[in-house]
Nanobody, 127 residues
Framework: QVQLVQSGGGLVHPGGSLRLSCAAS????????IGWFRQAPGKEREGVSC???????YHADSVKGRFTISRDKATNTAYLQMNSLKPEDTGVYYC?????????????????????WGQGTQVTVSS
C-alpha cells in the first residue's frame, strides 16, 4: 500500500528553523520526484520546493536560499529543511510524489500532477 506519512512541524519563532519529514511506504521514494506544498488559511495550495530523483531541484522564489530538500534512501524518507522562517511561511505543509517524467520547470508547482500525498502538518511561525 502506497503511503506518505509526515512528521515535524510545530510552532517556531521568526528566524527559526524546522525540519519536516515525509516517510514513504509501498514504493521506493528515491526513484520519484518529491514535492512540498503549503496552504495558508483562505489561500490555495502552493508549491514550495521539488526535487527529482536525479537531483534537479525547484524552489518558489519566496523560499529560495532558505529551504532545502534531502532524502534518506535507507529510511525511504524525504525531508524539507526550513531555515530563517518568516510569519508568511505559516501554513499546512504537504509532501507529494510523482514520477520524474511529470516534473518540469512549469509543472512542478501544480498540485494536480502529483499522485500521492501526505496527510499534512501544521507550521506556525509567530513571535
Amino acid at each position: 500500500q502506497v503511503q506518505l506519512v509526515q512528521s515535524g512541524g510545530g510552532l517556531v519563532h521568526p528566524g527559526g528553523s524546522l525540519r519536516l519529514s515525509c516517510a514513504a511506504s509501498g514504493f521506493p521514494l528515491a526513484k520519484y520526484a518529491i514535492g512540498w506544498f503549503r496552504q495558508a488559511p483562505g489561500k490555495e495550495r502552493e508549491g514550495v520546493s521539488c526535487a527529482t530523483s536525479s537531483g534537479i531541484t525547484y524552489h518558489a522564489d519566496s523560499v529560495k536560499g532558505r529551504f532545502t530538500i534531502s532524502r534518506d534512501k535507507a529510511t525511504n524518507t524525504a525531508y524539507l529543511q526550513m531555515n530563517s522562517l518568516k510569519p508568511e511561511d505559516t501554513g499546512v505543509y504537504y509532501c507529494a510524489t510523482v514520477g520524474d517524467m511529470g516534473v518540469t520547470v512549469s509543472s512542478w508547482y501544480v498540485p494536480a500532477i502529483y499522485d500521492y500525498w501526505g496527510q499534512g502538518t501544521q507550521v506556525t511561525v509567530s513571535s
